[in-house]
């Protein structure tokens, strides 16, 4: 076990330096990244049971089959990818540099820019730490990396696996808590990235700005569902429980809430209830359902439903039996709650799905563009008129049609939102681009017409000048 790990805010500076010390001394050619990864991913796969306990002990339950597809399939996945398509991305880009400037040539090349702060959030606690970790290194960049305090047996987890995988100078990791977090986003970075709320982004954004940091920011937001008429409710019902409910909706990218038709609604909400209790079936002994991942978020959401029902909105808990187990909410619906509510106002980020109703697809439109920006969004249709309608309406920071949160498993997209709901994007070669600084290079010729433009501006100059500016 390598102990080499901030705990305070004291020393966070001194690692950075020693970070940047060893990156300037030498830095990682593709055959290092190559090896660091290959690392990286057989060290991963040999403790993904450690991981399991590490994660259920913060959680104080999770599935592990969801630890598995949403933590261990992501990141071997990830790594199997870059791995793939690295030396690749790593080549120059060749680029036309226009005839007027016959006959230079001119490329894009890929270059590391130094040490990349990642600030990781709970929810998903190793896959938001190991993801762009991945992309990091791939770019050739050393990483500074500080894990939520929320999950510590997790951040110790993390701590102890990079530690067997990379020299101190090429990865460190910051443990600690909110202070230590304010402390490091306020150091000088190459790189900054951050996950986690919006509320918290800004809080990060603001941190990073004297030194000019550059930050990713892949926050959250209230990720509509909208079930267009005529498209299968059991299967909308089914493809929405699974991206509301994994992880207890602890999702940034889960489903927030639904907009179905009036007629349609209640039949809607039977179809929701019959997949929830073939799911989990006596919920407060499933295996397959997740915690709240502490009192302080318990009670966050336990607040929400009381506002709705003070509000007027009917609120369906399908399940008994569930009080007096730690930190469980069972899935609860709240039917067309007002926009003013809190469960309308905030990012849920809890099992609670509220369901609104419209009368036409308009109006389902008008509601999505009173909210703002989300990070994801699911039209259900069968319709590609009501996919394009949606779209316009409300733009999000990914979408998937006819099921939810497919995007983010796809290499090839970028992840990232838009302004509430972040800044950049990564993931696959989006990820290598965001922490690589993309270097644009023209290289002249030894004789080029180029030379013939420049003072005295008179006769055949003039000409060409004007010309070229035709």
């Not at 990720?223 to 991206?243: E, H, N, Q």
């Amino acid at each position: 076990m390598d102990t080499r790990t901030d705990n305070t805010g004291e020393r966070l500076p001194a690692t950075l330096r020693t970070l940047r010390d060893a990156w300037q001394a030498r830095v990682p050619d593709l055959a290092q990244r190559r090896t660091d990864l290959q690392r990286l991913r057989d060290a991963f796969r040999a403790e993904q049971a450690a991981m399991d306990a590490a994660i259920r002990a913060d959680f104080g339950h999770r599935s592990e089959h969801e630890n598995l597809i949403s933590e261990s399939m992501v990141v071997l996945a990830e790594i199997d990818h870059v791995l793939k398509h690295l030396r690749r991305w790593s080549r120059r880009r060749r680029v036309g540099s226009g005839w007027r400037f016959w006959p230079a040539r001119a490329w894009i090349e890929p270059r590391p820019l130094g040490v990349v702060g990642i600030l990781s959030p709970w929810n998903y606690p190793v896959n938001l730490a190991l993801m762009p970790l991945v992309s990091a290194i791939a770019a050739g960049n050393h990483v500074y990396l500080k894990p939520s305090e929320h999950t510590p047996a997790t951040s110790a987890w993390l701590r102890d696996l990079l530690a067997r995988v990379f020299p101190a100078d090429r990865v460190a990791v910051a443990l600690g808590g909110a202070d230590v977090g304010a402390a490091f986003a306020a150091l000088p970075f190459d790189h900054l990235l951050f996950t986690g709320s919006t509320a918290v982004g800004r809080k990060v954004m603001a941190a990073a700005a004297p030194n000019l940091t550059p930050v990713t920011l892949e926050l959250g937001g209230k990720a509509p569902a909208v079930v267009c008429p005529g498209f299968d409710l059991a299967k909308a019902a089914a493809r929405i429980a699974t991206g509301k409910w994994i992880n207890a909706g602890q999702t940034c990218i889960g489903v927030d809430y639904v907009l179905v038709e009036a007629s349609r609604r209640d039949a809607f909400i039977d179809a929701v209830l019959d997949e929830l209790h073939h799911r989990y079936g006596d919920i407060s002994a499933s295996p397959d359902y997740t915690r709240i991942i502490n009192d302080a978020q318990l009670g966050r959401l336990r607040g929400y439903i009381d506002d709705a029902r003070q509000r007027g909105a009917r609120v369906i808990e399908p399940f008994d039996g569930t009080e007096g187990v730690e930190r469980l909410l069972a899935p609860t619906l709240v039917v067309d709650p007002p926009l003013e509510s809190e469960v309308m106002r905030h990012e849920i980020f809890g099992p609670i799905l509220p369901v609104l109703s419209y009368r036409t697809l308009d109006e389902a439109l008008a509601t999505l563009q009173c909210l703002p920006r989300p990070l994801a969004l699911y039209p259900f249709t069968d319709r590609k008129a009501d996919v394009g309608r949606i779209l316009d309406a409300a733009l999000p920071g990914g979408v998937t049609v006819n099921d939810t949160l497919l995007h983010f498993g796809v290499h090839d997209l970028p992840f990232g939102g838009v302004g509430p709901s972040g800044i950049g994007s990564i993931h696959g070669r989006h990820g290598f681009d965001t922490f690589s600084k993309l270097l644009p290079v023209v290289h002249q010729a030894r004789w080029a017409g180029s030379d013939m433009i420049r003072p005295p501006y008179t006769g055949r100059v003039d000409t060409l000048i004007r010309w070229l500016s035709k």
